[in-house]
T-cell receptor, first 111, second 119 residues
């Protein structure tokens, strides 16, 4: 199966700062999603982005499928952005639907 | 977005007992659901694929006789942890893709998870 690497593993910011999280894939993916896991464990869908760029408020994401990476941008961070950010994907074919998750980036935003 | 619920949200049981966790898609039908397990400070690991009307498929290393999965309807999948032991304590999360189109283009939505503690 595919391997998913996320960086950085930990990130500490002051409120108002910007950040970039990266996700690298070992092989081509047909499905790529970014999630935020809140302190209660709920995974919140941020983006479905197998390619291209999307924006939603202070968050945006870009996936360069040919180079097998995706970036999540958080601008003007707030304390409520704290939590773990995961990217996940699957390669299609017989593994369709089976998401492989990265190890996550733990984001802490201080007031 | 689509909503997936899980019940119970947390459960504490004695070693040797069985625990059933329900996963429901509330506003869409899901012919397939997925079950994940997450240990503290770790990522999610796929355990099995739940298929409505057929047997579940398990990932390598997951004991199918210990983790029984039943996909009773297009909106309900259950995971039963049989003869639970302390090492089964974990956070169990289900997910379901929306729509019935091409798999690779479907967004998956996750339930809120069930925290299992086996004493």
């Amino acid at each position: 199966g595919i391997q998913v690497e996320q960086s950085p593993p930990d990130l500490i910011l002051q409120e108002g700062a910007n950040s970039t999280l990266r996700c690298n894939f070992s092989d081509s993916v047909n499905n790529l999603q970014w999630f935020h896991q809140n302190p209660w464990g709920q995974l919140i869908n941020l983006f479905y982005i197998p390619s291209g760029t999307k924006q939603n408020g202070r968050l945006s994401a870009t996936t360069v499928a040919t180079e097998r990476y995706s970036l999540l941008y958080i601008s003007s961070s707030q304390t409520t952005d704290s939590g773990v950010y995961f990217c996940a994907g699957h390669a299609g074919g017989t593994s369709y639907g089976k998401l492989t998750f990265g190890q996550g980036t733990i984001l802490t935003v201080h007031p | 977005g689509a909503v997936v619920s899980q019940h119970p949200s947390r459960v504490i049981c004695k070693s040797g007992t069985s625990v059933k966790i329900e996963c429901r898609s509330l506003d869409f039908q899901a012919t397939t659901m997925f079950w994940y397990r997450q240990f503290p400070k770790q990522s999610l690991m796929l355990m099995a694929t739940s298929n409505e009307g057929s047997k579940a498929t398990y990932e390598q290393g997951v004991e199918k006789d210990k983790f029984l999965i039943n996909h009773a309807s297009l909106t309900l999948s259950t995971l039963t942890v049989t003869s639970a032991h302390p090492e089964d304590s974990s956070f169990y999360i289900c997910s379901a893709p929306t729509g019935t189109g091409w798999w690779s283009q479907e967004t998956q939505y996750f339930g809120p998870g069930t925290r299992l503690l086996v004493l």
